[in-house]
């Protein structure tokens, strides 16, 4: 099977997006990084020159995003892949949830992901190693507490990769949905409470970029989360709602929702 070499990767100035860009760069591939704070990845334009490209963009805003795509195309000589993982993750109880926050988190994860894919769609479809891939999570699986619309977001984007998959099978487009539980990320940095199985950034960006250029259509990772995750998936629904219950019970009683702590202390 071909192997895609020249890559598109959103949300590259930190976290998973920069340390899977280090990791297709030092595989080979020729990579364009797009994200807000472009100049964090000044480390990535010395060690890799002429393979990889800092585009300074945000996804939610849909010309320049349009211009930016066409910019990494160019610098790159064309296009095999794309991943679509520029995120946030607003921490929002019921209580603490604001729709400016909602709405940030819907546009970022889900419209600026979907925005990106099919930016990149006419141009992945000229390469013999097609991918189009985006960042979910494990939380869109089975939705706990303490973070609902963030859940939503990537349930959302997760039936939309669904969808796209069916849909461009016949033309042998592989459509990738990557699936992270924890990772030691500026993203997770600021949580409070326990992140089980919480694995290292490089760790995850080294089995992102084997299903990435191997051109598999899921990953989920770490196996014992996403084992967790998939039996809760399965639970029947009141079996499922009672535990989740107790869970976000035993979290109020410690003080508050771990993440809730989080946004009150940003308020
Ligand atoms: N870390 C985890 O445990 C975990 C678990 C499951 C899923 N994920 C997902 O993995 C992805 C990466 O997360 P992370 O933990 O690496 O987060 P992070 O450390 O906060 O990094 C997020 C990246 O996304 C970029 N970004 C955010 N909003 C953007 C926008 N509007 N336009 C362009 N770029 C934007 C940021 O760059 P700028 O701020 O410079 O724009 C940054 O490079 C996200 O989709 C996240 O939901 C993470």
Same mark, same amino acid.
């Given at each position: 099977m071909n192997r895609p070499e020249r890559i598109l990767v959103t949300g590259c100035s930190a976290g998973l997006g920069h340390a899977l860009c280090r990791e297709l760069l030092s595989r080979g591939c020729r990579v364009a990084g797009l994200s807000r704070r472009s100049d964090l990845c000044a480390d +990535?334009?010395?060690?890799?020159p002429g393979r990889f490209h800092a585009i300074a963009v945000d996804v939610t805003a849909d010309a320049a995003l349009q211009t930016a795509v066409a910019l990494a195309v160019q610098q790159l000589g064309g296009l095999d892949g794309v991943v679509a993982n520029a995120g946030i993750g607003i921490p929002a109880t019921v209580d603490s949830m604001r729709m400016e926050d909602v709405r940030s988190i819907m546009a970022t994860n889900v419209e600026g992901a979907i925005h990106t894919l099919l930016l990149a769609l006419p141009h992945v479809r000229q390469s013999n190693a097609p991918v +189009?891939?985006?960042?979910?999570s494990l939380a869109g699986w089975r939705a706990g507490p303490g973070a609902a619309p963030y859940c939503a977001s990537k349930a959302a984007l997760s039936a939309f990769l669904d969808s796209l998959r069916a849909e461009l099978a016949h033309e042998g487009i592989t459509v990738l949905d990557i699936a992270p539980g924890f990772v030691r990320t500026p993203m997770t940095a600021r949580?409070?409470?326990?992140?089980p199985f919480l694995?290292?950034?490089d760790v995850a960006a080294r089995l992102m970029a084997d299903a990435v250029l191997a051109r598999r259509s899921h990953l989920a990772f770490p196996g014992p989360m996403a084992a967790v995750v998939w039996l809760a998936k399965r639970l029947p629904d009141w079996l499922f709602d009672l535990l989740a219950r107790r869970v976000a019970k035993k979290l109020r009683r410690a003080g508050s929702l771990g993440v809730a702590k989080a946004a009150s202390a940003r308020q």
């Open positions: +990535l334009v010395s060690e890799f +189009l891939a985006a960042v979910t949580n409070t409470f326990h992140m694995m290292e950034s």
